[in-house]
T-cell receptor, first 114, second 114 residues
Framework: GAGVSQTPSNKVTEKGKYVELRCDPISGHTALYWYRQSLGQGPEFLIYFQGTGAADDSGLPNDRFFAVRPEGSVSTLKIQRTERGDSAVYLC????????????FGSGTRLTVV | AQTVTQSQPEMSVQEAETVTLSCTYDTSESDYYLFWYKQPPSRQMILVIRQEAYKQQNATENRFSVNFQKAAKSFSLKISDSQLGDAAMYFCAYRQGGSEKLVFGKGTKLTVNP
């Protein structure tokens, strides 16, 4: 596609529920990144994919968070047993490959856990 | 761990005037890259300008320029001839060479007054 698409744009869920956030990167971009942006903060790195594999998942806060990219294109961020502290904007970005020269970001998913 | 500090939570400027946003960073590395991103209410992070640490010349992109002081670990953004469309959150970011993670500051909210 022309840009990085993230769905849904907004998601409200109850504490304890499971959620999936989707990212559709720019066609041909091999690298894909997830970031979390809490209110009043800058984005924080969660995970980086090169192709289908997670090359760096050091930013995932705990084992409730998991991300996949099975075919090297679309990625899904999965959060189990959501907590109110998980409320944030989840941003996805993609790039041509290693080097990080100017990721292209999506508009994010605003997750609210009530 | 590398950190990025933006000491100005908010700044304002009159339309057509010049404003400078401050950013300092902490690293012991010599190979790294610095970025300024703009985040309008749409939430999408838009790359404004980037600087390679090994380049002495300050980067410039139209009305946007940086003052990169490597020894002082300072990376300020100057916006000339400010326009109403420049109003947004601005984030300074750092990327270590060989890593794919961006480390962001907390951001500066820029208001442009007509």
């Amino acid at each position: 596609g022309a840009g990085v698409s993230q769905t849904p744009s907004n998601k409200v869920t109850e504490k304890g529920k499971y959620v999936e956030l989707r990212c559709d990167p720019i066609s041909g971009h091999t690298a894909l990144y997830w970031y979390r942006q809490s209110l009043g903060q800058g984005p924080e790195f969660l995970i980086y994919f090169q192709g289908t594999g997670a090359a760096d998942d050091s930013g995932l806060p705990n084992d409730r968070f998991f991300a996949v990219r099975p075919e090297g294109s679309v990625s899904t961020l999965k959060i189990q047993r959501t907590e109110r502290g998980d409320s944030a904007v989840y941003l996805c970005a993609s790039s041509h490959g290693q080097g990080g020269y100017g990721y292209t970001f999506g508009s994010g998913t605003r997750l609210t856990v009530v | 761990a590398q950190t990025v500090t933006q000491s100005q939570p908010e700044m304002s400027v009159q339309e057509a005037e010049t404003v400078t946003l401050s950013c300092t960073y902490d690293t012991s590395e010599s190979d790294y890259y610095l970025f300024w991103y703009k985040q309008p209410p749409s939430r999408q992070m838009i790359l404004v300008i980037r600087q390679e640490a090994y380049k002495q010349q300050n980067a410039t992109e139209n009305r946007f320029s940086v003052n990169f002081q490597k020894a002082a670990k300072s990376f300020s953004l100057k916006i000339s001839d400010s326009q109403l469309g420049d109003a947004a959150m601005y984030f300074c970011a750092y990327r270590q060479g060989g890593s794919e993670k961006l480390v962001f500051g907390k951001g500066t909210k820029l208001t442009v007054n007509p």
